[in-house]
């Protein structure tokens, strides 16, 4: 019989799957990144408990772009600076990518609350533009010009915040507890320059990142950098702690609470 695509895989080919993702060389991108101190209240008001607020009501814009052989990548995420515990760290509002295989990964293994948008990194000589679309609005712009080089930072470690969870069938809300996941990446760079520009945030109804308004502006960088991750959960969270939020992950949010229609394959 011919090979079935979809049918069972061998545990050899299970395992060669999982050595070759744990073996994967450095990859190397170029980003912008936009840090701005916004209002108090607003980086309140999108945490979902456990998380509070970090000591500095900031918000971070990565845009990059990913040269990988014949699969050129675009990813970027808005998150605002929160903390759980003794943990300081950032929580993603919305991460951007280009290609459904960065999409589906991070989404069902770590709960990143990736969608798929463009993402644009433009440079010509000394003059950078950066954006976040999606349903045809560039939600974020950063626009700058090179002004000077800066020393490359020493690697660092940096963790994010998320909250794996899975819809009910029923529509009740979710399956289980979800859980939050810290997720630990260590960071090298190779190049960092300093921009001076600003960063323009449009409204949109399906990425409201205009209401996490720049009141002043703390880094604004162009460089080189790669990273690796490593997710793990540490506490399980309430579901009705968690629900007011699930609008966050979601253009349609009210997707989550429909069952499916009736006479649906």
């Keep these: 019989m011919a090979r079935v695509r979809y049918g069972a895989r061998t545990a050899a080919q299970i395992a060669a799957s999982r050595e070759k993702s744990a073996n ?3 990859i190397w991108s170029t980003g912008v990144v936009a840090v701005w101190e916004t209002d108090p209240d607003v980086v309140a008001a999108v945490l979902p408990p ?3 607020p970090a000591e500095r009501p900031l918000v971070r814009a990565n845009i990059s772009k990913v040269e990988l052989p014949g699969y050129p990548l675009g990813a ?4 605002v600076a929160a903390r759980h515990g003794g943990v300081e760290g950032w929580y993603p509002l919305v991460m951007p990518m280009t290609h459904e295989r960065a999409l589906t990964g991070g989404r069902e293994v770590f709960g990143e609350p990736k969608k798929l948008g463009e993402v ?5 000589g000394l003059v ?3 954006s976040l679309a999606r349903h045809g609005i560039a939600f974020v712009e950063v626009r700058g010009a090179v002004d ?3 020393p490359v930072p020493e690697p660092a470690q940096k963790t994010d915040f998320y909250f794996k969870f899975l819809p009910a069938v029923d529509g009740s809300g979710f399956e289980s507890d979800p859980v939050l996941v810290h997720c630990t990446r260590n960071e090298k760079v190779r190049r960092l320059e300093h921009l001076t520009g600003d960063v323009v945030l449009r409204e949109s109804m399906y990425d409201p990142v205009a209401d996490l308004p720049v009141r002043r502006l ?3 960088t162009i460089g080189e950098k790669t990273t690796d991750q490593k997710g793990r959960v540490v506490e399980r969270v309430s579901a009705e702690s968690l629900l007011p939020f699930l609008h966050q ?3 349609d949010p009210q997707q989550a609470f429909d069952g499916p229609p009736e006479g649906s394959a």
């Design 128 to 130: 950078v533009r950066a």
């Design 24 to 26: 994967l060389p450095d």
């Design 218 to 220: 703390v880094e604004l």
């Design 120 to 124: 644009t990194v433009e440079r010509e």
């Design 50 to 52: 456990p998380l509070k």
């Design 76 to 79: 970027g995420s808005v998150a």
């Design 249 to 251: 992950r979601y253009d």
């Design 148 to 150: 000077r080089e800066l």
